[in-house]
T-cell receptor, first 111, second 113 residues
Framework: GNSVTQMEGPVTLSEEAFLTINCTYT??????LFWYVQYPGEGLQLLLK?????DKGSNKGFEATYRKETTSFHLEKGSVQVSDSAVYFC??????????FGTGTRLLVSP | DTEVTQTPKHLVMGMTNKKSLKCEQH?????MYWYKQKAKKPPELMFV???????INESVPSRFSPECPNSSLLNLHLHALQPEDSALYLC????????????FGQGTRLTVV
């Protein structure tokens, strides 16, 4: 079955540091890949997505590239801000099936 | 309009109460989902409705009863809940075009006392 593995958190960084959150997946077929962000007390917001191999999703300075050869979709940002502190979920979906989430990675950014 | 609206935002209910959660979207999506999220955990799928018909029930206890009155509305009826059912309940909708993103509501924070 489909599954997503994310790095354990929390990830603790100083403001303006470089961020990487690792995500790897197992899937049958050709999944679409997503990063969702959840701020405290809120629902999930789509951060970025990629629907086929070698696609790069980007939004608000965050990027992730769909790597079929390594089955990965790592999230990166060149310079994090305190306001980026949140929980980040990697997820995949194949065709019209349920969305499968990773366990989430909490990011804490200090001034 | 890319919003999914959930009401109420917060709900406190006793174990003998009956209450309902509501979810609404006007994006023309024909698939709607209920998720349950406990603290520091990812969302867990509960139910999927496709074209107003229940297509997936992830072995959810019968004290949770979903309903889809029309293509824009999704309800979750709650009865005789337990304290361990306290969680954030999230609604999502997806276009049935395949491989597209889910849009989530802000959730209902439920506390069972």
């Amino acid at each position: 079955g489909n599954s997503v593995t994310q790095m354990e958190g929390p990830v603790t960084l100083s403001e303006e540091a470089f961020l990487t959150i690792n995500c790897t997946y197992t899937a049958t077929g050709y999944p679409s890949l997503f990063w969702y962000v959840q701020y405290p007390g809120e629902g999930l917001q789509l951060l970025l997505k990629a629907t086929k191999a070698d696609d790069k999703g980007s939004n608000k300075g965050f990027e992730a590239t769909y790597r079929k050869e390594t089955t990965s979709f790592h999230l990166e940002k060149g310079s994090v801000q305190v306001s980026d502190s949140a929980v980040y979920f990697c997820a995949l979906r194949t065709g019209f099936q349920k969305l499968v989430f990773g366990t989430g990675t909490r990011l804490l950014v200090s001034p | 309009d890319t919003e999914v609206t959930q009401t109420p935002k917060h709900l406190v209910m006793g174990m003998t109460n009956k209450k309902s959660l509501k979810c609404e979207q006007h994006m023309g999506h024909r698939a709607m989902y209920w998720y349950k999220q406990k603290a520091k955990k990812p969302p867990e799928l509960m139910f999927v409705y496709s074209y107003e018909k229940l297509s997936i029930n992830e072995s959810v206890p019968s004290r949770f009863s979903p309903e889809c009155p029309n293509s824009s509305l999704l309800n979750l009826h709650l009865h005789a809940l337990q304290p361990e059912d306290s969680a954030l309940y999230l609604c999502a909708s997806i276009s049935t075009g395949g491989n597209t993103e889910a849009f989530f509501g802000q959730g209902t924070r439920l506390t069972v006392v």
